[in-house]
């Protein structure tokens, strides 16, 4: 086994600096020294969740990039000193007819996720990137385009190929007309992408004191939500609807934003919601969600971004201010992505 450093869960707020173990070099695995991981709302959600007395370890972290330190035989995509990136998707079963389509993120069987999965081969747990190494097999990492700063490229990796996603399928371009619910780590990326694939983008929020927040991101306009004037007038106008807000919400005032033939994808919440089929039927409008990316389509979103100069807005912190940067996610006190810088760990 090979050993590397790493946060620990703890508890429900507290991470533990400690040795991890992870397994040796497959024919098909490389080894990444994770730079830099970005702090996601699941890693609240999954410590939240672990319980600390349970035998199977919990590391956070599913969007860091690295560098490639050691690759099997068989791996000739990349080689030792490449940039690279990972996401919150580490394997497939590969042969279902969602792996064939190029969506890994839906395999049948469920995908091995980054951490708090279960590796395909051994069985053993899968321990994340809040640590100074991580081997994954080559078909799940990807080449970090040049020109992208890979501290703020590490939540493309999550919080974008999510927003990606649906923009992509929903067929977001110029002309469109989009608005983004929720200004945050999810939300703030979609402004980016959907301004560059060339949509009006506007912004939903609770008030208007993050406006010029909003233009700064390229957004047209921002509409307050608690606004009912301004979103009555609003009413059938966006083409495409991305919801990011993470608490439990009424969807209602946001599917009557959707223009006729339009989609409300809700992304921040996935918990259950009651919809009002009327809200549905007058104007045909569509509900749906969607969830991380393939792997065609994550390396499509990456090279987007290289290409815009699309990346987070990050603020960097050293691991060792793990937990700070958890409780402050807690707040929301943050825009819009924390980042941690792994060097400590050395």
């Not at 996601?40 to 969740?49: K, M, R, V």
């Not at 006729?260 to 919601?273: E, N, Q, R």
């Not at 009327?278 to 389509?297: E, T, V």
């Not at 990456?302 to 603020?315: M, T």
Request: aromatic content about 6%; charged content about 20%.
């Amino acid at each position: 086994m090979r050993t590397t450093t790493g946060w620990r869960a703890a508890g429900p707020t507290e991470l533990r600096r400690t040795s991890l173990e992870r397994r040796e070099l497959r024919p098909d695995d490389i080894a990444v020294r994770v730079d830099y991981c970005g702090v996601c709302h699941t890693d609240l959600h999954a410590l939240h969740a672990h319980d600390q007395h349970a035998r199977t370890p919990l590391v956070p972290g599913h969007e860091f990039t690295g560098v490639v330190t050691g690759a099997g035989p068989r791996v000739t995509a990349f080689s030792v000193g490449d940039h690279v990136a990972v996401g919150n998707i580490v394997d497939s079963c590969g042969v279902c007819a969602m792996c064939e389509a190029g969506q890994e993120n839906f395999c049948h069987s469920f995908p091995t996720l980054t951490y708090g999965g279960t590796d395909r081969q051994d069985g053993s747990a899968t321990l994340g990137g809040y640590s100074r190494e991580y081997v994954v097999r080559d078909a799940f990492a990807y080449r970090l385009p040049s020109g992208l700063d890979p501290a703020a490229a590490a939540p493309l990796m999550c919080a974008g190929v999510t927003v990606w996603e649906p923009l992509r399928h929903l067929g977001v371009g110029r002309g469109s007309r989009v608005a983004v619910a929720g200004l945050g780590g999810l939300g703030h990326l979609a402004v980016k992408m959907a301004v560059a694939l060339g949509a009006t983008t506007t912004v939903i929020s609770r008030t208007r004191d993050k406006l010029d927040d909003a233009r700064r991101l390229g957004a047209h306009d921002l509409i307050a939500s608690t606004d009912t004037q301004r979103m009555a007038t609003a009413r059938d106008t966006f083409d495409v609807v991305i919801d990011t807000i993470s608490a439990p919400h009424d969807l209602a005032p946001y599917l009557k934003l959707v223009a006729m033939d339009g989609t409300l994808s809700v992304l921040g919440y996935l918990g259950p919601v009651t919809v009002e089929v009327m809200d549905l039927l007058i104007g045909r409008k569509k509900l749906g969600s969607a969830g991380s990316g393939g792997r065609p389509a994550t390396a499509e979103m990456l090279q987007f971004c290289a290409d815009k100069g699309i990346v987070a807005d990050v603020e960097v912190l050293p691991s060792s201010q793990v937990e700070t940067a958890l409780d402050r996610l807690r707040r929301n006190d943050v825009r819009y992505r924390f980042v941690l810088d792994m060097s400590d760990l050395d």
